[in-house]
C-alpha cells in the first residue's frame, strides 16, 4: 500500500499505522496554531509598515515638492497673454490722452514699425504688389480712400467710407481701437495700445509708397 497520495489541489495525503504516528508528524506538518498565527501577524506587521513608510514618503515628498516649486500665484487670477501695452493696464486707472498725433510722429522710428507690423502681418501684406489676403494689401495706404482695394471683400461698414482717406489721425484712431473707429468692421484685431508704437507703425506706413506724402507738423 502506498504512505502517500497526492491530492488533486497538489496536498500530499499521508497515511499512518498508528495515531500516535499521526500524532509525532503533526508539528512537523506545521498545524500548531500558535505558530501560524504568529507568523501571520509579524507579516500583517511588516505590510501595515511598510504601507505606513511609504505613505509617510509620498507625504515628505510632496511637502518638499511644495517648497521647492513653490507656485507663483498671479496677483490677478489668469493667463499672462504677450502684450504690446503693458502701460495701458497701468494706466488704465488714470487714463491719460494721448499726445497729438503730429507730436508723436514727429519723433516716430520707421524703422520701429516696421517692426510692429509684424502683428499685421497674418492679414495684411505690406509690399508693393502685394496680395490681399485675410486684409487687404497696405502698399501706399496712406493717402488711399479707405476701403478701396478693387476685389478685396470689405465690411458694409468699410466700405461706406470710401470717400475718406486715410490719414495720420485716421490711422491713429483705427488702429488703437479698429472696432471702436469703424463699428462694423471685420478687421478681427484688438488694436496697439501703445501711443508711440502706433506713431511708428504710421511712419512705416507712409513709407510704403513710390511718392511718401507729407506726414502732418505739430
Ligand atoms: C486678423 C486679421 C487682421 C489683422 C491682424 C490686422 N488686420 Fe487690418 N484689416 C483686416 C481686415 C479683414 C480688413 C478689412 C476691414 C473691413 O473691411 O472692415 C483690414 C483693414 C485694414 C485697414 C484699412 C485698409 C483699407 O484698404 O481701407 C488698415 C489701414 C489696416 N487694416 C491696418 C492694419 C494694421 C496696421 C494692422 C497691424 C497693427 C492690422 N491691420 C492687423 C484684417 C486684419
Known amino acids: 500500500m502506498k504512505r502517500a497520495k497526492r491530492l488533486s489541489n497538489g496536498l500530499r495525503l499521508e497515511r499512518f ?90 519723433k516716430a522710428d520707421p524703422a520701429k514699425g516696421e517692426k510692429a507690423v509684424g502683428a499685421c502681418k497674418a492679414c495684411h501684406t505690406f509690399e508693393k504688389g502685394g496680395a490681399n489676403k485675410v486684409g487687404p494689401h497696405l502698399f501706399d495706404v496712406y493717402g488711399r480712400n479707405e476701403g478701396s482695394v478693387a476685389g478685396f471683400g470689405y465690411s458694409a461698414a468699410m466700405k461706406g467710407r470710401n470717400d475718406k482717406t486715410w490719414d495720420a489721425d485716421g490711422l491713429d484712431h483705427f488702429i488703437k481701437n479698429p472696432k471702436a473707429y469703424v463699428p462694423g468692421t471685420i478687421m478681427a484685431f484688438a488694436g496697439i495700445g501703445k501711443p508711440d508704437t502706433r506713431a511708428d507703425v504710421i511712419a512705416y506706413l507712409n513709407t510704403l509708397s513710390d511718392a511718401p506724402k507729407p506726414l502732418p507738423k505739430p
Request: glycine residues 10%; negative net charge.
Open 17 to 106: 499505522k498508528t495515531p500516535a504516528e499521526a500524532l509525532s508528524r503533526l508539528p512537523r506538518l506545521g498545524c500548531g496554531r500558535a505558530q501560524g498565527s504568529g507568523t501571520m501577524d509579524i507579516e500583517t506587521n511588516k505590510i501595515a509598515g511598510a504601507v505606513l513608510s511609504t505613505l509617510l514618503v509620498v507625504l515628505g515628498l510632496n511637502m518638499i515638492a511644495g517648497i521647492v516649486f513653490a507656485p507663483h500665484k498671479p496677483v490677478v487670477p489668469g493667463f499672462e497673454l504677450p502684450s504690446e501695452e503693458p502701460a495701458a493696464a497701468a494706466g488704465a486707472a488714470a487714463p491719460v490722452a494721448d499726445e497729438p498725433i503730429a507730436v508723436r510722429l514727429a
